[in-house]
């Protein structure tokens, strides 16, 4: 599977600590095999060795070396992004594929046989500032929830049905780690919260803007 042919099943992302000129650095928010190793979500590293052929992936208190199988060639990204990781998912288990990183070819760490999705992780640029809560709500529940939380007529057609009032008391009333909870990982039917990119890209929303978001939905709780 080619980065640049892949058809995107899953399109998820991961926040980059920085760029290491031989390696990325990411956070991966779900846990996944690296060769025949197991590994849990969280920071890691990812840098390429030529001698032997490997890719060293450190985090988790753990150094794991998995061997290149292919060296690929094509677009290691855009300029929205500072590094691409792939992942093959076959039911709930996510297996390390390949790893791009700028201005290097790409390589193949791994495959998985028979039907399954392609996972594509891309690894943006933190930004220089800390979004305003304001401001990622606006990119992320207002067109769902409403301006000012009150709701909106088209989303709830859309959905089929009506979606939670972000200043109503049932909402106001959750705590700060259950909206946490939700905003982070989702809840039934709500995914998790992503912002999306002007060239369409969707990615995670930054841990660091969380907190901003929810005292942001709080200054709604006295809006009609």
């Known amino acids: 599977m080619k980065i640049r042919n892949a058809v995107i099943v899953g399109l998820c992302s991961a926040l980059t600590l920085s760029a290491l000129?031989?390696?990325?650095?990411?956070?991966?928010p779900f846990a996944f095999r690296a060769g025949d190793r197991e590994l849990p979500a969280g920071e890691y590293s990812f840098a390429c060795t030529e001698r032997p052929d490997a890719v060293v992936i450190k985090g988790a208190g753990k150094e794991?070396?998995?061997?290149?199988?292919?060296?690929?060639?094509?677009p290691t990204g855009t300029l929205d992004f500072e590094g691409t990781?792939?992942?093959?998912?076959k039911g709930e288990v996510r297996t390390l594929s390949e790893v791009w990183i700028p201005n290097e070819e790409g390589v193949q760490v791994g495959s998985v046989e028979g039907a399954h999705a392609h996972?594509?992780?891309h690894v943006v640029p933190r930004p220089d500032e800390k979004m305003s809560g304001q401001k990622v709500f606006q990119q992320t529940c207002q067109v769902c929830h409403g301006a000012n939380g009150?709701?909106?007529e088209k989303a709830d057609k859309f959905f089929g049905?009506?979606?939670p009032h972000l200043n109503s008391a049932e909402i106001q009333a959750k705590s700060d780690d259950e909206l946490r909870e939700i905003i982070t990982h989702g809840r039934r039917a709500m995914d998790p919260v992503r912002l999306?990119?002007?060239n369409g890209a969707r990615h995670s929303l930054p841990s660091y803007a969380v907190d901003p978001l929810i005292a942001y939905v709080r200054t709604l709780a006295h809006t009609p």
């Open 21 to 28: 000129g031989s390696g990325i650095e990411a956070s991966i």
């Open 64 to 74: 794991v070396r998995v061997p290149i199988k292919t060296r690929l060639r094509g």
């Open 85 to 89: 990781l792939a992942f093959d998912r």
């Open 119 to 121: 996972l594509i992780v």
């Open 150 to 152: 009150q709701g909106n």
């Open 161 to 163: 049905r009506a979606l």
């Open 196 to 198: 999306q990119e002007p």
